[in-house]
């Protein structure tokens, strides 16, 4: 793929689903390399157009706390292909974050979602 031809990231993911990814284990974003990803809220926080990143937990005794110790962040890894056993630790596992913003170069990147 040259960089005129960058796919689109509905194209990426559907090229994963072809594939044999459960559609209900992917999770687009824009961006490149780096993401935060809430253990507690289960979803990507901090970047534009995301929740912020900042939570309020209570402490378990009625006071309440801003926190961000239940972010974690993810680094999504440059891959050429995806394998067969890619495919099967993909649907095993919490699922993937994919993004396809990857400067017009013919790979794709993606991470794991911690348990």
């Known amino acids: 793929m040259s960089k005129e031809q960058q796919e689109s990231i509905q194209e990426t993911i ?3 689903i072809n594939k ?3 559609q209900t ?3 687009p974003t824009e961006s490149p390399s780096v993401v935060i990803w809430s253990k507690t809220r289960k979803c990507l926080v901090g970047a534009n157009g995301q929740p912020n ?7 378990g005794n009625g006071n309440l706390r801003a926190t961000y110790d ?3 962040f993810i680094s999504l890894q440059n891959r050429s292909e995806l394998s067969e056993s890619d495919v099967k630790e993909i649907n095993q596992s919490e ?4 993004t ?3 400067y017009g170069k013919p790979y794709f ?3 794991f979602i911690p348990n």
């Open 14 to 16: 559907t090229r994963f």
């Open 20 to 22: 044999g990814v459960y």
């Open 25 to 27: 284990k992917i999770i």
């Open 53 to 59: 990143s900042l939570e309020v937990i209570d402490d």
């Open 70 to 72: 239940n972010n974690i």
């Open 95 to 98: 699922g993937i974050i994919v």
């Open 100 to 102: 396809n913003a990857t």
């Open 109 to 111: 990147r993606f991470g």
